[in-house]
């Protein structure tokens, strides 16, 4: 078998829609959900995974572990990025 070449699709394709805002996420200041207090200590820990969506865009969480300073409440702080812009998403 011979390798096809690469073919890049330039611009948008005929027909398609206009671009879409990325869906369900919102962007939101990371913050403490018991305290509410914005300061945290240095992530400790990342985890990333990415994924394609239907339209083959490439889409990344990123998990950071962090501890509230003002607290002491310890979460995560996920960060989606969506088409090259990041966005953080608050549970
Ligand atoms: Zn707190």
């Not at 070449?5 to 369900?24: A, D, H, Y």
């Not at 945290?40 to 889409?59: L, Q």
């Amino acid at each position: 078998m011979a390798r096809k070449p690469l073919k890049k699709r330039r611009g948008r394709p005929v027909g398609s829609k206009t671009q879409e805002p990325p869906p369900k996420y919102e962007v939101l200041p990371n913050r403490c959900p018991r305290c509410g207090s914005t300061r945290r200590s240095p992530y400790t820990h990342t985890e990333r995974s990415s994924w394609f969506d239907r339209d083959g865009d490439r889409c990344q969480q990123i998990t950071h572990r962090t501890q509230c300073l003002d607290c002491g409440f310890k979460r995560e702080d996920v960060t989606h990025e969506y088409r090259g812009r990041f966005i953080t998403n608050d549970n």
